[in-house]
């Protein structure tokens, strides 16, 4: 009896083993427009953050009454375009912007001591 339930149950997991996948997940590459849209989204997150973070910004807030950390979670809340429309609107400022000349030189200062050798 114990022999024929050894077989019985071997056979039922050949069986099993031969039908059942053994992965129900697939992999596949994931598009750099999509890494580069969450590192965009979170940089323009982080842009407005700051900005309203600032003493000036701060000082302006305080004088029409509003509370800092209101704005902040407000921004929080906004939808992905919202807060792309936000930043792109704080960069066009020319005191919002933030610079290509100083983005120049951390590329050339990065390049210069990497190959440097």
């Known amino acids: 009896m114990n022999s024929t339930f050894k077989k019985l149950l071997c056979r039922f997991l050949a069986v099993a083993l031969i039908t059942l996948p053994f992965q129900t997940g697939q992999a596949s590459m994931i598009g750099t427009d999509q890494v580069n849209a969450a590192a965009t989204v979170q940089a323009d997150r982080n842009l407005v953050s700051n900005y309203l973070s600032r003493s000036q910004t ?3 807030f305080q004088a029409l009454g509003l509370d800092t950390q209101t704005a902040l979670d407000r921004v929080a809340a906004m939808t992905d375009e919202e807060v792309g429309s936000l930043a792109g609107q704080i ?5 919002g912007g933030d610079g ?5 030189l951390v590329v050339f200062f990065i390049w210069y001591f990497a190959f440097r050798r």
């Open 58 to 60: 701060v000082n302006e």
């Open 100 to 104: 290509l000349v100083a983005l120049i």
């Open 91 to 95: 960069n066009a400022v020319p005191a």
